[in-house]
């Protein structure tokens, strides 16, 4: 039969949580929340009863939870005793919890259609219980942090054929690091200590001793400072991080140094997820990291697709994947100097999809727009929007540097980079009321210095082979040729850029003195401050053409260059591809 939440037994007081009076000021708080996301979930929200007045009300309901720590609940004596649970699995365990749906339960003289009881091995285990049942009907861990609301249900029946018992947690001490900014913490030590309880934490390091009061009612342990944090990053790094420190023996605490929380609610929830069940998720590393993800998704936003759902685990894997390579707060020179021009290049397209997947999504009525916002849109598009500026960066000045007024092109999406990462703090201060006005993301080291060309009056084109970063005026080209740094055989990726350095327009003309080497096109024009990209292919890969050079001219009112290219085949491509990376 199992235990049936619906609106119309809410209403008729069918549903019923009982407390007890020993029960510690900790476990009613989180009762009445799991009462609250009942009420969220299905429309209305139960009552509770005093123990002390359950045979008076008895007769009026079918449905009693029932909640209490083994050693301190009456209740849960009393059950153990008719034999309706069994204790044992979780005697003397600790943080342990065990969910039990008891049909036809026979109890101090009254009869019920049946009967939810969650037993904790102490007063954590009683807590994640009863967080356990939130998430069963449908209310993901973030819920009140983030303002999520759940996907309304009319009805919902729990029926687990055995009791549920949750394995012992894999660290004894789990949890994360606040800012120690008392005025970044004010008002919000319940906030936090409420989403450790729901991400199955029980260590909270931070200096307000507000926090250390409120924290003692929950039995969560509250510490002034910790011996080391792990920092956010991409979840398949950290994973591996985190489950080679649970395999040391004398492994101690787990703690994430996660700020003001703001921005880093992802990677929190996997780091206390695999802290506290490691087992569960498997081995450290990308299938780890993608199931948890999968999970995460699915459960924060039960409105969205499954199409929209993949979407969302591609923006949240891909822009900490990115921000792992490099991190904000180093973001500088070293982002384009160490970079060559085509992996700028590639990481620039790698951030615009993201970043317009995330704006569109964003912009899409589903009902979960502040959640989205705050959970994916502002750590994903403020992050990658930073990476994507200093990477555009480096484009200008490479530009800059040859004279093409593609540098220019550069310039603009830079400037357009500072108004859109303007634009996110201020909407980050008007959600929810302002709710995160106090908030502060992370700010580059300092701001990047954008190169402007002036055109030429004398018609001048430029020509970039991507490969090496040479760029060069065709006007002022030597007699040695440009090196196209890898061999065409198979790549669909082989071109060479074009821009000018002139005003207006400038007319070219391409040609290659072998009839196998084909170009995307003959002859074009290209505009001050725009790019021309022409590709490269063989219409014809055979055995005897390893190792052949070929030769592309370009030509302009005055003058030509040379490019040379390699022809080879599929094998030896394949070979050389791997030597250049």
Known sequence: MGFTFSDKLIRNNQIVFIYEECATTGVCTVAGQVREDVGKVFGSRPIGVEYANFK????????????GTVGNSAILDALARSSAIDLFAIAGEKEVYMINVVDGLEFEGFRFESALVIAGADDLGTIYGLYRISEMIGIPALSDWMDIMPKRKDKQTLSPISPIVSPAPSAAFRGFAVDDDKKALAGKCKKYIELLLRLRGN?????????????????????????AAFEPSYLPKL?????AYLDREDHGELIL?????YACEFPLAYFLSVAYDAGRWGCPGEDSAHLFTEEFVKSTFPERTEEECEDICYILLGYTAITEAFPILELGKRTYEELSYSQREALIAQCDAMIDMACGMRDKNSGDGEAFFGLVYIPAVFSLNMVRMWALTGQNHALADAGSTAANYYAKRINDSVKLDRKIIAKLHEVIDGKWKKMELPVPVKNPVVHTVIPSKTPDLMIMIPGSGMCVSVSEAGPEPLILPYPLGGRADACFELSSGSEGKIKYELSAD???????EQAGKVKCGKIRKVFISLNE???????????????????SANIQVVITDDAADDTQTQEDE
Do not use: H, M, Q, W
């Open 203 to 227: 260590t909270l390091v931070c200096k307000d001793e507000t926090c250390a009061a409120i924290a003692n009612e929950y039995g969560i342990k509250v510490k002034s400072s910790c011996d």
């Open 514 to 520: 072998d009839d196998r080497i084909v170009l995307s």
């Open 541 to 559: 890969i055979a055995p005897d053409t390893k190792g052949l050079i070929g030769t592309i001219t370009v030509s302009f009112e005055r003058g």
């Open 56 to 67: 008076d009300t008895a007769d009026f309901f079918s449905y009693p939870v029932f909640f």
């Open 239 to 243: 994973s591996e991080k985190e489950y």
């Open 257 to 261: 140094n996660a700020r003001t929380v």
